[in-house]
T-cell receptor, first 113, second 119 residues
Framework: AQSVTQPDIHITVSEGASLELRCNYSYGATPYLFWYVQSPGQGLQLLLKYFSGDTLVQGIKGFEAEFKRSQSSFNLRKPSVHWSDAAEYFCAVGALEGNKLVFGAGTILRVKS | GAVVSQHPSWVICKSGTSVKIECRSLDFQATTMFWYRQFPKQSLMLMATSNEGSKATYEQGVEKDKFLINHASLTLSTLTVTSAHPEDSSFYIC???????????????FGPGTRLTVT
């Protein structure tokens, strides 16, 4: 069965600093990978997705993620964090059966000025 | 495009009553919708997969008689929490897949969520 691990529960970065959120997955086949962001009390917004092809994926709001098959990772990055990026970030893997998504536990990002 | 709405956005009900939550795809058709539950500071847990015109598929451990799901059309799915109790208080989020194929495999569009508080 597929699973997603986000090792960092909380991360605090200074505004303007770079950011990397870690995500490791377990899946038997080629994974479909997603990053979502959730602001407090809100639903989820898709930041970016990977299905195939170029392993460096560009998303919205200046985010990017790199798929590394050898490390089973799909880490999210942003070169310069803005205060408005403070939110919770979820990595997810899509399963072919039932088109389900399996989510990681999430990483809460705090941005300090 | 690809907007999903939920109604109500929050609801408070008394223990023992039933509550219905609606999930609508506003600008696309969705044969499949998903219902998630999210506890405070936790991830989303899939409750069930709702398929238009057929019975929902529930995840292990989810009581189908307590969480009734109806997917009556290609744009509407409802979740009814029957005989609600305080432990049912949670944030319920729905998502939908785009029938047209614009969305890549596995991609889901999420609603804004419904906060349920049972007193």
């Amino acid at each position: 069965a597929q699973s997603v691990t986000q090792p960092d529960i909380h991360i605090t970065v200074s505004e303007g600093a770079s950011l990397e959120l870690r995500c490791n997955y377990s899946y038997g086949a080629t994974p479909y990978l997603f990053w979502y962001v959730q602001s407090p009390g809100q639903g989820l917004q898709l930041l970016l997705k990977y299905f195939s092809g170029d392993t460096l994926v560009q998303g919205i709001k200046g985010f990017e993620a790199e798929f590394k098959r050898s490390q089973s990772s799909f880490n999210l990055r942003k070169p310069s964090v803005h205060w408005s990026d403070a939110a919770e970030y979820f990595c997810a893997v899509g399963a072919l059966e039932g088109n389900k998504l399996v989510f990681g536990a999430g990483t809460i990002l705090r941005v300090k000025s | 495009g690809a907007v999903v709405s939920q109604h109500p956005s929050w609801v408070i009900c008394k223990s023992g009553t039933s509550v219905k939550i609606e999930c609508r795809s506003l600008d696309f058709q969705a044969t499949t919708m998903f219902w998630y539950r999210q506890f405070p500071k936790q991830s989303l847990m899939l409750m069930a997969t709702s398929n238009e015109g057929s019975k929902a598929t529930y995840e292990q451990g989810v009581e189908k008689d307590k969480f009734l799901i109806n997917h009556a059309s290609l744009t509407l799915s409802t979740l009814t929490v029957t005989s609600a109790h305080p432990e049912d208080s949670s944030f319920y989020i729905c998502s939908a897949r785009d029938l047209s194929g614009r969305a890549a495999l596995g991609e889901q569009y999420f609603g804004p969520g419904t906060r349920l508080t049972v007193t």
